[in-house]
């Protein structure tokens, strides 16, 4: 028997949203860069009617925004690498977050599972930008985001 579970939020890679979601994530961003912009213009500019930002504008945020102070967990696949441990702390002490815990299973076949959980303060760069670089380690085959607290 399945249990069911009440999910309130979900992070969602930006290439599987809906355009029209990242169309009012736009129009948001413009009200909040844009002094004296109004709705009517930011909804023009980002290409959605005003119906729709208005529908959708309390549902989407930037990941970074709403992260800071407070923990990340993510989940790393990565192969077995000398330096490459290193590599992905380097990344997360170059974003000023702060490294809470680590742990990482003994390689199988060349292959080895690492949990991160970090701390998110104010000093910390862009979070979405930090997790892209790790991805783009070479030797990182996943990254998963396991929560944010």
């Known amino acids: 028997m399945m249990r069911e579970e009440n999910y309130e939020y979900y992070v969602v890679r930006k290439k599987a949203l809906p355009e029209v979601l ?12 844009e002094k004296g912009m109004n709705i009517q213009k930011a909804a023009e500019l980002a290409g959605i009617s005003r119906s729709s930002y ?10 970074r925004d709403n992260v800071r102070g407070r923990t ?14 290193s590599r992905v702390l380097q990344v997360i002490a170059d974003y000023r977050a702060n490294l809470l815990t680590i ?27 930090m997790i892209g670089e790790i991805e ?10 396991l929560s944010r607290e």
Do not use: C, W
């Not at 990242?22 to 860069?33: I, S």
């Not at 990482?104 to 979405?128: C, E, F, W």
């Not at 783009?136 to 985001?145: N, P, S, W």
């Open 22 to 33: 990242l169309k009012v994530a736009e129009a948001n961003r413009l009200l909040q860069a």
């Open 54 to 63: 208005y529908k959708y504008k309390d549902d989407i945020f930037p990941f």
């Open 72 to 85: 990340l967990t993510f989940l790393l696949e990565i192969e077995d690498i000398p330096g490459l441990l």
């Open 103 to 129: 742990h990482q299973t003994i390689p199988i076949n060349g292959m080895a599972t690492l949990t991160l959980s970090i701390d998110i303060r104010p000093s910390t760069k862009d979070v979405s930008a």
């Open 136 to 145: 783009l380690l070479d030797g990182v085959h996943e990254l998963k985001i």
